[in-house]
Structures are given as C-alpha cells and as structure tokens.
C-alpha cells in the first residue's frame, strides 16, 4: 500500500509505529524511562556521533535511541506524524509553545541582529521579543497587517540595521484580532534581504489555524510553530510546541533544545499522538459552529464589530480577500467581536456566560472567552493596544465542538444582561 498517496487524517493512527515492536499493542506505549541500553558500546559510540553532528549518517541508517532528553520513542512518532500534515521535512516537539518560539528565535538570532514581526502577536511572544531579546541586544521592529511591503522596508531600513535582520517572525491570523499577514510578501522580503553569508529565516506562528487550515511552508516560511496546547493538544490537559522545518534548519533547532532540555516528554507525547487521531474532526466540527456564532453575532444589536476571517468574502478588502482565497482552507474557530461599550459591558457579558467559559487558552473541545486587553495582552503597552484594535470592548471568542444552538443561546442570554 502507498502511504505517500493518503490524506494525514488516514495516518494518524499507525503512521511511525510497528506494533511487532511493542508486544503487539495497538496504540504506542508510553515509553517512560530515562535511558536507553546498547547492544555494543561501537552501537553507543556510533549514535552519539550521529547525535552530536560528528559524522553524517551513512545510507540507510537512523539515529538509535540514546536518552529521552534527545530522542525517545512516543516523541519521534508525533514528530513524524505532525510532519504529514505541513509536508515538512522533520518536526521537534517542546513543553510548551513559548519554549518553541524561543528556542527558535534564540537559535537564528545573535546580539545586534533585527527582528522584524507582525503585530499583533500571542502576549507571551511580544514580551520575550520586547523584554528578553532586548536584554540580549536583539533590536525589534514590529510592523502590522495594513502596511505595504514598501512601508515595511521603509521601517527596517529606517533601524539602520537592514544587513542585521536575521529573522522574520510573523502569527497569522494575529491573535487577537484575526488581521491577516500575508506570508508571500514576508518571503519576498526575506529573499531580496537574505545574503549568502546571512540568510533571513523567516517563522510563522500558525497556532490560530492548526497544521490543517493553513500551511506556511507552501507559501515560502522556513519554520512553522505552534502552540501544540492548542488544536493540536485539543482537550485542554496538555501544554505543549512544535517547530516544523527543513532538516537542516530542524537540526539546529533540536540542537539547542538538547541542551536547553526543553523537548516534551513521553506523556506529552502519547497525549499529543492520541489528540491527532481526531484533529480534523474536531477543527471542522469548531470551524462549522464558528460560522453560525459569527452571523449570530454579526446581526446582534449589542455587537459593534465581528473580526472573523468568514466575513472578508463579503466584507474585506481586496488585499485581505486575496490573502485569504491563497492562504487559507477555513475560516477556522477563533472569532473577537467589539462589544458596544466598555470594560464594564466586556466583563458583564464575560460573567454572565454558562456554557462557554471564562479562560484564556484556545483550541480546545470547549468554547472559552476572554478579554485580550487585560488578559493575554495585558503586558502589551495600552498605547500599542490600541493602534491594534485591542481595546476595552474587544471579546475573543474560541469555539469549541458542543452544538452551535446551545453556544448561540448562551451568547444571547449574556448579551441581554448588558
């Protein structure tokens, strides 16, 4: 049978692992150890010098299994399996979405490099890029949705650093305000700023659409991240990250988390390889009861704005129409609407809700609410907030996979106790 031929959904159950090697069992033991014996000390000499880039690997041959801090059984079969869904050439599993996005941006990145990022970005990303990377003397320029590519050059020529950036980092949709970055235009820039001696990598944090709606690699990024919590996890009990890549840019990346120590362990991983059996399901059952809450909101008198990626069609402009047909395969689950108001109105409604309930984190099974601007953007400067449209009114929506008629009445009654 040609595996190469099936869709990811098909493999997610058996793809990487031989039950003949486990007694049979099957789904993947959790493999909870430590350590891993040799059959020869030659064997163990032989897998270090794989590990540690000594040598380079002679055909046909695969890096044993060493310790569990550099490889171990439940986490290289997710990596495998989540390679499928972005086509990418290897994958390193972390203990958390952050340690991803750092590990990543620590490994590209030196003292006196420029980033360049969109904004606006997860809370956690713009204070490490803001507050950390600046300790390291790692200058940052952030740019947003509506600038041009000529605005955008004009920013980074402006730092004077144009021969230092070293790193593009983009989220797209933006969390929280689903504005659209488009990928293409971020590669165009890395290629004409990349030189032989300083290639731009160029990152997208993907975690608002899953490995299934969107796939920055097809559109010119060299790394995809995720906040593996999220969709991937699905079930709110597990926090986990995931950068994606070609080998030779994964191979640097899980280079430092060897030494960082900051890769998933085999619990995580058996958690994550279990949620990928229903990732498709889920992420289409929350897109499909997103629409029906978006048009639910979008006609509701208290409502004042709905940013949901299902309204560009009719309601965008050409860029973002342009950017979505190209970039996107769903509206995805994630929907932030203005209520008409303030912050009293935002926490009357947030404190009135039953079914949904009031916590950050997204993704899940359930649906959750929270508000951006005192929540997971509270370190962002209010003055920044709200340029980006983070304002007191703004509510963020992630929808989860109960009946789309129970989270409308739920919204509804909240609403009218405003």
């Keep these: ?142 740019f947003y949705a509506t600038d041009s590519k000529e605005e955008i050059m004009a920013k980074i020529n402006a730092t004077g650093k144009v021969d230092r950036l070293t790193m593009i980092h983009i989220e797209t949709p933006a969390n929280p305000t689903n504005a659209l970055i488009d990928i293409e235009m971020c590669a165009e820039i890395k290629k004409e700023l990349s030189t032989d001696e300083k290639p731009v990598i160029l990152s997208v944090d993907n975690t608002y659409m899953g490995p299934v709606w969107q796939h920055p690699l097809k559109h010119g990024a060299d790394l995809v991240l995720y906040s593996a919590t999220k969709y991937i996890g699905g079930h709110s009990d597990v926090i986990a990250g995931a950068c994606l890549g070609s080998k030779e840019l994964m191979a640097r990346v899980k280079g430092l988390r060897t030494f960082l120590g900051n890769m998933a362990g085999p619990w995580t991983g058996w958690l994550l390889m279990r949620s990928l059996e229903t990732l498709k399901i889920r992420m289409d059952q929350a897109a499909h009861n997103a629409s029906h809450v978006a048009e639910f909101l979008r006609n509701h008198p208290k409502v004042e704005k709905v940013y949901y990626l299902g309204l560009i069609p009719s309601q965008g402009n050409e860029r973002e129409k342009e950017i979505y047909r190209n970039q996107y395969s769903s509206s995805g689950a994630m929907i932030s609407f203005d209520i008409k108001g303030g912050e009293a109105e935002a926490f009357k409604f947030l404190d009135s809700l039953k079914l949904i309930k009031l916590a950050v984190s997204l993704g899940g099974t359930e649906s959750l609410a929270e508000h951006p601007q005192t929540m997971t953007h509270a370190d962002v400067p209010m003055e920044d907030k709200k340029v980006m449209h983070i304002t007191e009114k703004l509510i963020r929506l992630s929808v989860g996979v109960e009946h789309h008629a129970d989270l409308i009445a739920d919204i509804s009654q909240a609403l009218e106790t405003i």
């Design 1 to 142: 049978m040609d595996y190469s031929q099936m869709k990811p959904e098909s493999l997610m159950m058996s793809y990487g692992y031989k039950p003949s090697l486990s007694e049979g069992a099957i789904k993947c033991p959790i493999f909870q150890t430590s350590t891993f014996v040799f059959n020869t000390a030659m064997e163990g000499k032989r897998f270090f010098e794989l590990a540690y880039g000594l040598r380079e690997k002679d055909a046909g041959e695969e890096l044993g299994l060493i310790y569990s801090r550099l490889n171990n059984p439940d986490l290289e079969i997710l990596e495998n399996r989540l390679c499928l869904w972005d086509k990418a050439e290897d994958c390193a599993v972390f203990e958390s979405g952050m340690s991803a996005i750092s590990t990543a941006m620590m490994e590209f990145m030196a003292p006196g490099d420029l980033l360049l990022y969109s904004r606006p970005v997860y809370g956690g990303t713009d204070h490490f890029i803001n507050h950390f990377l600046k300790k390291l003397n790692i200058e940052a320029v952030g």
